[in-house]
């Protein structure tokens, strides 16, 4: 359980922002396979947020119930294994409908609506192996952490080598190569920390929705684990922001900074794979108003 400073006692969080500037400043102009070209920062400064100060949440522009709560059941969709749209709704997220068209599936191999073998949840849960026997990072780890907290190696890995290189003879077996999800958890001093390495970032849209998904990732991780929810780290390789994008990312950065909101276990298991959006409760969320009309990549 995190234990929050009152709200009249955090510090507003200019991490996210200073990103966005720092994007802006010395981003390098880059075409992209998704015909928009974008401001690209290599190595970007990780983001480190001790959850006592708030809950990762930007408050620059309001992120709605509806997004935060599918940024939630998507990861936990995928730490089940949910890799088609109608696995991933189940969960309570449904923005991948784009991505799982036929368009973007039948030239990959796949059945509409299948992200494919290479995607996140087939990686988490189901990890091909030379046994022929899938395994399941996230079972492994939960209990490496329980066992041995002491080790260095609790990492997983949304990457799949073998189902995304493209190029002469080869057909990538994935709608959508991981974006993010690299998860390094350490226990120092009986508290956990999550360090997610995010490959590329959308950071104006999908960001923020993976700060809030992987901070939520590690309160549930450390229920489970009997560990405080200390910090959460977010690095991110290729961050960038699409040209199209721009009007609305200065228009974020004349808002004044707010504190980080408040975000309870409402509900607690023992089980990782039983955690399910609804088990959230949002509050002392005071952010500036949405910006609803961003423009996605698809």
């Not at 001093?189 to 950071?203: A, E, W």
């Not at 200065?250 to 408040?262: G, N, Y």
């Not at 949002?282 to 952010?287: E, T």
Request: proline share 7%.
């Amino acid at each position: 359980m995190v234990d929050y400073l009152p709200v009249a006692e955090r510090t507003p969080d200019t991490q996210y922002r200073d990103l966005l500037q720092e994007i802006l400043d010395k981003g390098v102009s880059t075409g992209t396979q998704l015909e928009t070209d974008a401001l690209t920062l290599m190595g970007a400064k990780p983001m480190r947020f001790r959850m006592n100060n708030g809950f990762p949440m930007i408050t620059e522009r309001k992120i709605s119930e509806k997004m935060w709560s599918q940024a939630i059941g998507e990861i936990m969709g995928f730490i089940n294994g949910a890799r088609t749209l109608e696995e991933l709704e189940e969960f309570g997220c449904y923005w991948w409908e784009p991505w799982g068209s036929e368009r973007k599936t039948k030239k990959r191999g796949l059945e509409p609506g299948d992200l494919g073998p290479g995607s996140y949840g087939a990686a988490f849960h189901d990890f091909p192996t030379s046994e022929g026997e899938p395994h399941n990072q996230f079972k492994d780890i939960i209990e490496q952490i329980k066992e041995k907290p002491h080790l260095r190696t609790h990492f997983i890995t949304p990457w799949v080598p073998q189902y995304i290189a493209r190029g002469k003879g080869k057909t990538q077996k994935v709608v959508v190569c991981p974006c993010h999800g690299w998860i390094h958890l350490r226990v120092l001093d009986g508290k956990l920390t999550l360090h997610m390495f995010q490959r590329s970032g959308d950071v104006p849209v999908g960001v923020p929705a993976n700060m809030v998904q992987y901070a939520a990732l590690l309160m549930a991780i450390a229920e489970v684990t009997g560990f405080e929810p200390y910090e959460y780290i977010h690095t991110i390789s290729d961050a960038h922001i699409y040209v199209d994008q721009i009007s609305r990312v200065e228009e974020m950065l004349k808002r004044e900074p707010k504190v980080f909101p408040t975000m309870k276990l409402k509900n607690k298991h023992k089980d990782i794979f039983k955690y399910r959006h609804t088990d959230y409760e949002l509050s002392d969320y005071d952010p500036h108003p949405g910006i609803w009309d961003f423009p996605v990549a698809v």
